[in-house]
């Protein structure tokens, strides 16, 4: 999954944020259930992964340990962006039923399991949020159609480089997150910076199952995950006065 650790967003994020601070959208909680090593093992063929007792593991982190380091992390937030306007972003479902990624062996009841932990882990994020009186943000209505091996991925299935495998690429930022995270964080439509969409000179495969020989896919900059910071400020668009 995409997003970083409650001890990362601490370590390195938390600096940044001041009563000046106007918005704050923050993803964190997937790396915490250790999501990425429970998509590591199940993509493994079944004789070889123990998938159903990494996902076990998983959701009882995700029960058990997770709602106490979000209150603490949020608490820390509010501490230090006293007047910020916060959304707490979920997590969409990672499959669509079909693992047509070559290296990967997903059967359809572990996909089925996946998705329902990131609808748990969603849950968890939203009870937080909402204790700390902050905005949840949740992207599985907007990405359905979109997930790995849909004919118009907003999610990347295995690739290389492979920390790009699972995690939303740009169009996901683009068409999926920044329409559904900024409105709630500002009240009006936002743009990503060219910065933030700049294409990046290296290419991205993704290897992809065929009715031939295997041969990988390269994509270019619209695999990239480009990830939008933890912790970021989201300005409104600015319109031109006359009528709306």
């Not at 982190?61 to 709602?67: E, Q």
């Not at 480089?161 to 699972?166: D, G, K, L, N, W």
């Not at 290296?202 to 020989?213: F, I, L, M, Y």
Request: hydrophobic residues 35%; aromatic residues 6%; contains cysteine.
């Amino acid at each position: 999954m995409f997003g970083s650790d409650d001890d990362n967003v601490a370590q390195l994020q938390l600096d940044a944020l001041n009563a000046g601070t106007a918005y704050v959208s923050i993803s964190a909680g997937g790396n915490d259930a250790g999501f990425s090593s429970v998509l590591t093992e199940c993509s493994k063929p079944a004789w070889l992964s123990n998938c159903n007792g990494a996902i076990d593991q998983a959701q009882g982190v995700i029960n058990n340990t997770l709602p106490a380091r979000l209150t603490s992390l949020y608490s820390s937030i509010r501490a230090r962006a006293t007047q910020a306007k916060v959304v707490a972003v979920g997590y969409p479902r990672l499959f669509n039923g079909t693992d047509c990624n070559a290296g990967t062996w997903f059967s359809a009841t572990e996909m089925s399991r996946l998705n329902a932990t990131a609808d748990l882990l969603n849950t968890k994020i939203s009870t937080a949020a909402s204790s700390a009186g902050f905005t949840f943000s949740n992207p599985t209505a907007a990405f359905v159609g979109h997930a790995i091996c849909a004919s118009t991925e907003w999610i990347n299935g295995l690739s290389y480089p492979i920390s790009e495998s699972y995690h939303p690429n740009r169009l996901g930022h683009s068409a999926g997150y920044t329409p559904l995270v900024g409105p709630q964080l500002t009240g009006s439509q936002v743009t990503l910076s060219p910065m933030t969409l700049q294409r990046r000179s290296r290419r991205r495969t993704n290897w992809r199952r065929s009715s031939g020989p295997t041969a990988p896919v390269t994509a270019g900059s619209d695999r990239s995950s480009s990830s939008l910071p933890i912790c970021t400020a989201l300005r409104p668009v600015r319109r031109p006065p006359g009528p709306a």
